[in-house]
């Protein structure tokens, strides 16, 4: 398990990334959502259907957790695929997201 110095680091550099993955998809005709960081927290607003995502660090735990489509999803630090991951699955952040926004505007 990372110490919590370097969680934070680790957690800044993955939700960075993802911050700049969704800014790109966001500016794709027809996106379907905005995203907003602020703080270390994102969000995910979707107009239609309606429905909001909170991406956030959870230092304590060493976890970013994903609240989305009336799931929470907490993703552990994975030392050899050097990425944060659903521990079950081995599914990663950028590709988890991608899913549940694909989920969320089929909805």
Known sequence: MVDELEFRSLA?????????????????????????GQGGLLTVVFEEPAGKFVITPNAPVRQIWISALSTSFKLDWDEAARAFALPKTGEQLIPLVDRLIAEQLAG
């Open 12 to 36: 800044d550099i993955a939700l960075d990334a993802l911050m700049q993955h969704l800014i790109v998809r966001e500016t794709e005709d027809e996106a379907g959502f905005e995203v907003e």
